[in-house]
Structure formats: C-alpha cells, structure tokens
C-alpha cells in the first residue's frame, strides 16, 4: 500500500535558520504529492503541493520538489519566522482510481527568537 | 457555506454516552475522510468514503465507532458507549475526485469530543 515517512520531532530552530523536513513515500505510478500545515489552534490547510516528477511546489517561502528517482519531497525554507512555528504534514494521492490521501505523522516545528 | 463544517464544536459527554458528528463537505466533493487527532499527536485515519464505492473502514478503532454518508453529502461518525480515550478532536475532511489525482483535502475546524 501507499506510505507516507517524515522526520520526527519536534524541530526546534531559531529564527532565521535554514529549515529542511525531509518526507519520502511509497507508491506506484505517479502520486500527487502535499505539504499540509497546522497552525497552533487552527485546522489543516494546503501548503503546496507538486502534481509530477520535478515539479516545484512553493508557498509563503517555502519549497519543496517532487524527486521521483528518490521518492522525495523534503520540505525546505530559507529562513523560518516564528511564524512558521506550526505542524507540517506530507502527504500524497495516488493518481487514479482509489484516491484515499495517505498522511505523514506530522513534524513539530518550533521557530525560537 | 464555501468550506466544511463540522458540528458540534465542542462537545463533552458522559463516559458511556453515545455521541454523534456531523460534517457536511464543500459541495459537490465526492470524497470525504475522517480523521482522529489527539493532543500532539499525529492524524489518526479512521475512514474515507468516495463517490458510491464501498467504504474504507479500516482506520476504525472499534466497532463502536460506525459513520454513515447520506446522499453522497453530510456523513455522521458515530461513537458508542464512548470511553475516555475517545477523547480528542475529530476532523473532517473532503476532496473532489479527478482523474489525475491531485486532490486537495480541504479540512473542517474539527469537533474536540471530552469524554468525563
């Protein structure tokens, strides 16, 4: 089945910092892939997301491309605000037929000043 | 309304109880999740529907949890006899199925169910 790995945290960075998440899967053919952010005491919402094989997604800063020879999409921001301070989830859709989203576990990422 | 809703907000029930969840998706999503989150914890897959195919219930913990969805629209989760670590929050999501598969998920703000 489909499988979704991400790097456990919490992540604790200062501000400024480089950020990487790293999310690999499982799948066969040619998913759709998400990052998916919660902010403390909101719901889930879209970050960005890449449809094929290197594709770039990018939102508010942050990046992160669809690497199929190494079933990748690490998340990554230049430089994170405390802002940014939420959970991040990697997520993918397989293409056609049965599309259920298979979700990461989630990173913790706490921006300090 | 323009996104999914989900009620109650809250709800606090008696360990024992049996509690009902409504999520009404975004108009004319075909697919719709539920999902279990509890306090720092990860998404908890409890079951999908799409479209008219048979559900996958795979995610649910027990057989006291049971959801139903009507008319290809608003779904109800059921929870029965709950105990206390039922407790968490409950959220809804739902999605348009297409043919290449990027399909978002579109997430409601969640039930937080407390079971005393």
């Known amino acids: 089945g489909n499988s979704v790995t991400q790097m456990e945290g919490p992540v604790t960075l200062s501000e400024e910092a480089f950020l990487t998440i790293n999310c690999t899967y499982t799948?066969?053919?040619?998913?759709?892939l998400f990052w998916y952010v919660q902010y403390p005491g909101e719901g889930l919402q879209l970050l960005l997301k890449?449809?094929?094989?290197?594709d770039k997604g990018s939102n508010k800063g942050f990046e992160a491309t669809y690497r199929k020879e190494t079933t990748s999409f690490h998340l990554e921001k230049g430089s994170v605000q405390v802002s940014d301070s939420a959970v991040y989830f990697c997520a993918l859709t397989p293409s056609g037929g049965y599309q259920k989203v298979t979700f990461g576990t989630g990173t913790k990422l706490q921006v300090i000043p | 309304g323009a996104g999914v809703s989900q009620s109650p907000s809250n709800k606090v029930t008696e360990k024992g109880k049996d509690v009902e969840l409504r999520c009404d998706p975004i108009?004319?999503?075909?697919?719709l999740y539920w999902y279990r989150q509890s306090l720092g914890q990860g998404l908890e897959f409890l079951i999908y529907f799409q479209g008219n195919s048979a559900p996958d219930k795979s995610g649910l913990p027990s057989d006291r949890f049971s959801a139903e969805r009507t008319g290809g629209s608003v779904s109800t989760l059921t929870i029965q006899r709950t105990q206390q670590e039922d407790s968490a929050v409950y959220l809804c999501?739902?999605?348009?199925?297409?043919?290449?598969?990027?399909?978002?998920?579109?997430f409601g703000q969640g039930t937080r169910l407390t079971v005393v």
């Open positions: 890449a449809t094929k094989a290197d």
């Open positions: 108009s004319g999503h075909t697919a």
């Open positions: 799948a066969t053919g040619y998913p759709s």
């Open positions: 999501a739902s999605s348009l199925v297409i043919n290449r598969g990027n399909t978002e998920a579109f």
